[in-house]
């Protein structure tokens, strides 16, 4: 899991869970300010909460399709997608783990 951060004139913060072995991300966006015409919002406690929940318990039962259903109320543009790249560097510690298509790797600087 990792969270994103944008500020410029407004701010948004969003998080992004991914799943490596069925290759699948879970996003969802808790704050946002001054983005658009939506009105400000800020639930990032409660979100963050929901998925303490998940993953505290048996992890059978923690797939990121229960945790977005449970997100509906609490965060805005939830969403469940397929991966076809590796988007992190996860693969430096469990790259067994990855199974879809692109795998990440890591350059040697010039």
């Known amino acids: 899991m990792w969270r994103d951060w944008w ?4 701010t948004a913060t969003s998080y992004s ?7 699948k991300a879970l996003t969802f966006r808790t704050a946002e300010e001054n ?5 400000p919002f800020d639930r990032t406690r409660r979100a963050l909460q929901i998925i303490e ?19 509906e109320d609490a965060a805005r543009d939830v969403q469940v997608t397929m991966l076809d790249m590796e988007p992190c560097a996860c693969a430096a510690v ?3 783990a990855w199974t879809g298509q692109t795998r990440f790797a890591l350059e040697a600087s010039q």
Do not use: K, N, W
Not at 17 to 23: E, G, L, Q, R, S
Not at 35 to 39: C, F, T
């Open 7 to 10: 500020s410029q004139e407004g």
């Open 17 to 23: 869970i991914v799943d490596c072995a069925p290759a």
């Open 35 to 39: 983005m658009g015409r939506r009105l």
């Open 53 to 71: 929940r998940h993953q505290s318990g048996a992890r059978v039962f923690a797939t990121l399709e229960r945790m977005a259903e449970d997100l």
């Open 94 to 96: 469990y790259p067994e």
